[in-house]
Every structure is written in structure tokens, then in C-alpha cells.
């Protein structure tokens, strides 16, 4: 069809055009979880009150059932660990009963007490994280954080480390957002506190794989944390006193656990980090994402 003897174009139309929008500056926020990523090696803290809860009931629960929830919210974690069939099991042959909800919310009061204590007794930093605090904040980077801890236990958290020489510039509660990890709320709370407008400037550090997933979900890079963390479950002396051989064995079987929680890069501990900035840094500057 043609007007006034010239061909009439057709119209271009939007859906024969998709547009990409890239970030490609370097990393603003790194995002740790706390114990066992900045401060408790081998996450003890939260065990050893969970291991001391149980056993006020007359339940003994193993390492490995304690940790299995780990970096979820504590209410979350007691309600998943009275979940698992042998714990259910005890509590019904000395309870008489199922554990109810209630129970629940009574365990998760008298664990308050047992956490506190036992992030006093737990409080040293990660070797080697004041240095990297050091390094990150030299680039201009912002250090956030988050927590399956509630408000009352990371207030014991921050004053010990912040005793032991650090303080993060924000950090959000599980008991802050309305869902914990592996919801993504938490990590977004962080970015809005430090006014990080690009997710994917933002790196989520963290030893457990629900704290991965939730940096995930977030559209974060993420880096796991695989011999200070829930992985290894050893307090530095008890890692620095195993024999070279048994370090190798623990390492390996470690790394190897939390690279199978997807996470963009696997660190043995957060003294790691700055590296494994420079890489990220390199990638979004050659448009790649998380």
C-alpha cells in the first residue's frame, strides 16, 4: 500500500527489540552472616546452646542434628529439629506426646539464656578479618550484616566483637523481616540501610547453605565460607590441633560441602576475601553477573 505514490512503512514494534542493562563498577557491599562467617569459629555458639536446651529435657540430640538448621531463625531451628524423627521420637516417649507449638515458643525462651552465655564463651573473630575489614574498607567498601540471631543475642554479638576491634556499618535481624533465610529479606534490608542501589555490587558471605541460598535469591554474587563455618563445626583449636593428614581430610570434605550449595566462590574463611573481590570486580567490569 503506498501514499501519495511512496510505500507506507510499517511500524517497528517494541517486542522485536530486548534491551540488557548491565552493571559494570566495582563491588559497594560485602554482606556476612556472623557466627562462623566473622566471629565464632566452627559456629559453636548456637550448638552448644542447642546441644544445653535438649538435654535440660532429658533429650540428647547429636552435633550433626543441631547443625543441620543452621542459619535459619532459632524459633525456625527448634521447630525443624523437634521435626526430625529422632528428636520426635525422644520427646514423645518423655513427653508422653508430640511437641506442639507451644513447646516451641517455651524452648525457643529458655534457649535465650543458653545463647547469650555461650556467644560470651565464643566471641573471638575469625583470624584474619580485621585485616581483610581493613583492606575491604580502603576499596570504599561497605560491610554489612545479618543474622539468624534475634535482636537481644546479636546485641551480645556486636559488643563482643565490637570489644575485639570491630563493628559493621548495618545489620538486620531474622526477627527484623518477616521471613529469615532463605528468603531474601534480610540481605535486602542490609542494601537499603547502607544505600547500595545495585545488587549486584553486593557480595552475601556466609558458612551455612540456607545463608548462600538467601544471597541468591537476593541476585547476589555469593561466596561461602567452608573451614571457619557450620561445615567444619571445629573451634580454631580444635582445627589447630589436628594433625596435618586429618586438616586435609576435614578441608576437603568441607569445601566440598558448601560448593554444593551453589554459591559463586568457596573460601576457607573470610582472610580469603579480598581476592576473591578482585575477581569479581574483573567480571562486572567485562558485564558479567551474578
Known amino acids: ?90 520427646w514423645q516417649k518423655i513427653k508422653g506426646r508430640p511437641a506442639t507449638e507451644e513447646d516451641v515458643q517455651t524452648l525457643y525462651k529458655e534457649f535465650l539464656p ?3 552465655a555461650s556467644i560470651r564463651d565464643c566471641g573471638d573473630l575469625i583470624p584474619g578479618w580485621l585485616e581483610t575489614v581493613d583492606e575491604l574498607r580502603g576499596q570504599g567498601i561497605k560491610l554489612g550484616a545479618n543474622t539468624g540471631y534475634n535482636t537481644e543475642m546479636f546485641a551480645q554479638v556486636a559488643e563482643v566483637a565490637r570489644n575485639a576491634g570491630y563493628e559493621a556499618d548495618a545489620n538486620v535481624c531474622a526477627t527484623e523481616v518477616s521471613q529469615g533465610r532463605p528468603y531474601p529479606y534480610m540481605a535486602q534490608a542490609v542494601m537499603e540501610k547502607l544505600g547500595v542501589l545495585e545488587v549486584q ?28 563455618g557450620n561445615a567444619n563445626g571445629l573451634s580454631h583449636e580444635q ?21 554444593l550449595s551453589g554459591a559463586h566462590y568457596v573460601i576457607d574463611s573470610v582472610a ?19
Request: hydrophobic share 45%.
Open 201 to 228: 555490587a553486593c557480595i552475601k558471605v556466609d558458612d551455612t547453605e540456607t545463608g548462600i541460598e538467601e544471597g541468591l535469591n537476593a541476585g547476589m554474587w555469593t561466596v561461602a565460607v567452608a573451614l571457619s
Open 114 to 116: 543458653l545463647q547469650l
Open 239 to 259: 582445627w589447630s590441633a589436628l594433625s596435618a593428614d586429618a586438616q586435609a581430610t576435614v578441608a576437603e570434605k568441607s569445601r566440598r560441602q558448601m560448593a
Open 272 to 290: 580469603d576475601l579480598s581476592a576473591v573481590i578482585a575477581d569479581i570486580n574483573a567480571k562486572l567490569a567485562a558485564g558479567v553477573q551474578p
Open 1 to 90: 500500500m503506498s501514499v501519495n505514490g511512496q510505500a507506507k512503512k510499517k511500524p517497528v514494534s517494541v517486542v522485536d527489540y530486548s534491551y540488557v542493562r548491565k552493571y559494570t563498577g566495582p563491588i559497594k557491599a560485602v554482606i556476612c552472616d556472623w557466627a562462623g562467617t566473622t566471629i565464632d569459629y566452627g559456629s559453636r555458639a548456637p550448638i552448644i546452646a542447642f546441644l544445653a536446651l535438649f538435654k535440660s529435657h532429658d533429650i540428647d540430640v547429636t552435633e550433626v542434628q543441631a547443625r543441620e538448621p543452621m542459619g535459619t531463625e532459632k524459633s525456625v531451628h527448634i521447630r525443624r529439629m523437634l521435626a526430625m524423627p529422632a528428636i520426635s521420637d525422644k
